[in-house]
């Protein structure tokens, strides 16, 4: 079988999966389960030996036109590079393992089988995305990506947060979706092609005749996608799906999918100075803005929503300096740690009964109670935190480097601008994403109260799916010196200056937090201050734990961000920040004011229009002809002696019309 006949195979298998799983699901629900995991292990399996049959050599293209469109072709193409097939491994991998996850985590839930057919549904349309090499392609499954998520956050929809989080998170992409589509379709028109390789020849060659237009455009969708700033504003909310939704969105999908388009059509960005220098300031806001909010959160999957944007704002710095090959190796590993961060959170939460730091931090004996999400999650952290020799720090380092070369001139793709602002901003971002990872860490695992309840061990699935995600959190880093042929022949070894700086601010923030801690702990008595956010039926299964822990959120504290526990290390570190961070800095209220008002004014101002003035006239045009109708329904009497005196009398008054007439114009 052909390379290219496998690859068919690897986004065609969990899609049949999908379809399956659908039909049967009612009919024969004793099959779901095994059409939920076994098609997308096949896909990953497939997408392996893909890799293996690539190399890292020769991009392998393949197409076959569709229907003529009598303008720009479009074509089912394959785009096989090296970036391509270690991307569709990480997809097959992480969705493998979510699946897998998702057989204990949902074992209960009436709505598995749609869960099930929707998360398969959605790991092939991004497997579609990572081997297409016809934009038009790419767009269908960058759009089938949307209205899974929409389903999929929305999955607990008897809650207000899900639904409202689903309609939030589709509407915002859309928002960057719209001129994405205008400018993919200003980048075929300048370039005469729909195909990456045709694109990619018309910008060698400067066939590109609006490029920072183009490249603008492209970043808008860029940014609702992959949850840049400003359109980040809906991964956060997205937290109110189910917990292996949200690994599967935040490690291999959705919000990957940008900035993998980004990687893919890099020369088309860097067509325009602008652009890069755009992309490098979006870059840094998110990373350092994220950072700052996560400090704040009480929510730990809202920790970890945040930690996501900033790590895909690495990314973003490291397309904007121009080293694509940094920004993929550092997907890759984020997408492992993430993934992995994601699923145990899951289990703490289950055996917790809160998704709430504060609550967490109340409770003693967590660790004991579940010893795999501990050790894992302490390693995912470490990896989050870029601390040697965990796979973090060597695809972070790749960025930071690249960051310095472009800084220092010894790169001239990009402003050497744009490379200090990457730089300084990514090493900033390193400080806060230890501080919250170390924050994170203690009050989940160290606090201090009543035993935390215990519910059993967790089902075994969701165990060994945590190990064998903590693999490559831990040895993908050790892989850099093997994969350069894969990513452009750059070398993404980390130097002396960037590993000794980003590891020391790691360090720092690290022990600030630490010492901040213990300076709350054990000088105060805020620590022994009870606070609430617990589910109603911690012995219920994980997923109605998280509904209900998500629920009862709001009510204890009044907000679905943070609580207000003095001992909370992050409100000491931040100061009046606290507040600001927490509310992601009131960035939906500024929104709202800016948008939602307007919108809705204007929609008030048209329904008054419509009723009281469009309305009016059409009514009164109703009324006027019911009123002729009566009038001339009197008139219809039957009675022919009536019709008879009244043609005689229409006679009689033409007639005298006709003599006044004549007199008159005699007369003149």
């Not at 990619?200 to 860029?222: N, Y």
């Not at 990314?315 to 993430?338: E, I, N, T, Y």
């Not at 070369?405 to 790169?411: D, F, I, N, Q, Y």
Request: glycine share 10%.
């Amino acid at each position: 079988m052909t390379t290219t006949t496998l690859a068919v195979l690897v986004p065609l298998l969990p899609f049949l999966g999908a379809a399956a799983g659908l039909l049967l699901g009612r009919t024969a629900p004793g099959f779901v389960r095994p059409l939920a995991v076994l098609p997308t292990l096949a896909a990953a399996v497939i997408a392996v030996l893909v890799a293996v049959r690539q190399g890292g050599g020769k991009a392998i293209d393949s197409s076959t036109q569709l229907t003529p469109t009598g303008s720009v072709p479009i074509e089912l193409a394959l785009h096989l590079d090296g970036f391509a097939v270690l991307v569709a491994v990480l997809v097959g991998f992480v969705a493998t393992c979510v699946q897998t996850y998702s057989t204990g985590y949902l074992r209960d839930d009436p709505r598995y089988p749609s869960y099930a057919a929707l998360v398969s549904l959605f790991t092939s349309a991004m497997l579609l995305v990572v081997y297409s090499g016809d934009l038009m392609v790419l767009l269908v499954g960058w759009e089938i990506m949307g209205i899974c998520s929409y389903f999929l956050v929305g999955h607990y929809w008897e809650t207000p947060e899900a639904r409202a989080a689903s309609l939030k998170a589709f509407l915002v992409t859309k928002l960057g979706d719209v001129p994405f589509l205008f400018g993919l379709f200003a980048l075929a028109a300048d370039a005469g092609t729909f195909r990456i390789t045709g694109i990619l020849g018309s910008v060698a060659a400067g066939g590109i005749e609006h490029p920072t237009l183009i490249a603008l455009l492209l970043l808008a969708g860029v940014a609702g996608k992959s949850a840049q700033f400003p359109l980040h504003t809906w991964l956060p909310d997205a937290m109110a799906g189910p917990t292996p939704v949200s690994a599967l969105i935040h490690a291999a999908t959705m919000v990957a999918a940008g900035i993998y388009f980004v990687a893919r059509l890099l020369p088309v960005f860097a067509a325009s100075a602008a652009a890069l220098t755009v992309l490098a300031v979006m870059a840094a806001v998110t990373m350092v803005g994220s950072g700052l909010a996560a400090l704040a959160q009480d929510d730990i999957k809202r920790v970890l929503a945040y930690s996501t944007i900033g790590q895909l704002g690495y990314m973003s710095g490291a397309l904007a300096v121009g080293d694509r090959g940094a920004a993929v190796f550092h997907l890759l590993s984020h997408g492992a740690f993430k993934a992995l961060l994601f699923l145990a959170a899951g289990v703490i939460i289950h055996a917790a009964g809160t998704n709430s730091l504060a609550a967490m931090s109340r409770m003693s004996g967590l660790a004991k109670r579940v010893p795999d999400a501990y050790w894992t999650m302490t390693v995912a952290l470490l990896a989050l935190a870029a601390i040697p020799p965990f796979a973090g720090f060597f695809s972070k380092e790749a960025v930071l480097v690249a960051a310095e070369h472009t800084a220092l001139g010894e790169s001239d793709f990009a402003p050497a601008a744009a490379g200090w602002t990457v730089l300084v901003s990514g090493l900033l971002t390193a400080l806060l994403t230890a501080a919250y990872a170390i924050r994170l860490w203690l009050l989940a695992f160290r606090g201090r109260g009543a035993e935390a309840p215990h519910h059993g061990r967790e089902p075994i699935v969701m165990n060994a799916v945590l190990w064998a995600l903590a693999i490559p959190s831990l040895a993908f880093g050790l892989t850099v010196g093997y994969l350069d042929d894969w990513f452009d022949g750059h070398s993404l070894t980390p130097t002396v200056t960037t590993g000794v700086l980003g590891t020391g601010v790691a360090l720092v923030g690290g022990l600030i937090t630490y010492g901040t801690w213990r300076a709350i702990r054990y000088r105060t008595d805020a620590a022994r201050i009870p606070m609430g956010a617990v589910a109603a039926h911690p012995e219920a299964p994980p997923s109605v734990v998280e509904a209900e822990a998500i629920a009862a959120h709001v009510p204890a504290y009044g907000d679905i961000a943070a609580a207000p526990d003095p001992a909370d290390p992050g409100r000491l570190l931040l100061g009046p920040l606290h507040r600001h961070a927490a509310a992601g800095f009131h960035l939906d209220a500024v929104y709202s004011a800016l948008f939602v008002r307007p919108v809705r004014a204007a929609a008030q101002l048209v329904s008054f229009l419509d009723r009281e003035v469009v309305e009016t006239y059409v009514s009164g045009s109703g009324t006027g002809a019911r009123w002729l109708g009566a009038a001339v329904r009197r008139a219809q009497t039957g009675n022919v002696q009536t019709y008879l005196s009244a043609l005689l009398a229409g006679s009689v008054v033409l007639a005298i019309a006709a003599v006044v007439l004549s007199n008159v114009n005699a007369g003149s």
